[in-house]
């Protein structure tokens, strides 16, 4: 069976990780930038969504990556 997980793992703490040692997703699909519990993930990992504004991008100082033509996902590994 493989396991899929969008933004945060359940059971995952969103700064620390898998700390309670829960499961580790096969596919993780951040949402729209990986969180710091995803910093040592070595599974299949995208970034999804290309909907954050200008406005936000810049006020939270974000760097959100170059989507290609109208893909919705990025792949990171």
């Known amino acids: 069976m493989k396991i899929s997980s969008i933004d945060v793992p359940s059971g995952w703490d969103i700064e ?11 596919l993780l ?5 990986p ?3 995803s910093k040592n993930y070595k599974g299949i990992h995208y970034i999804g ?7 936000m991008e810049k ?3 974000m760097t959100i990556p170059t989507y290609e033509g109208y ?3 990025i792949k990171l590994s």
């Open 16 to 26: 620390k990780g898998n700390i309670n040692n829960t499961f580790i997703p096969d």
């Open 29 to 33: 699909v951040s949402l729209p930038l």
């Open 35 to 37: 969180k710091n519990c």
């Open 49 to 55: 969504g290309r909907f954050v504004p200008k406005w």
């Open 59 to 61: 006020e939270f100082d």
């Open 71 to 73: 893909s919705q996902i």
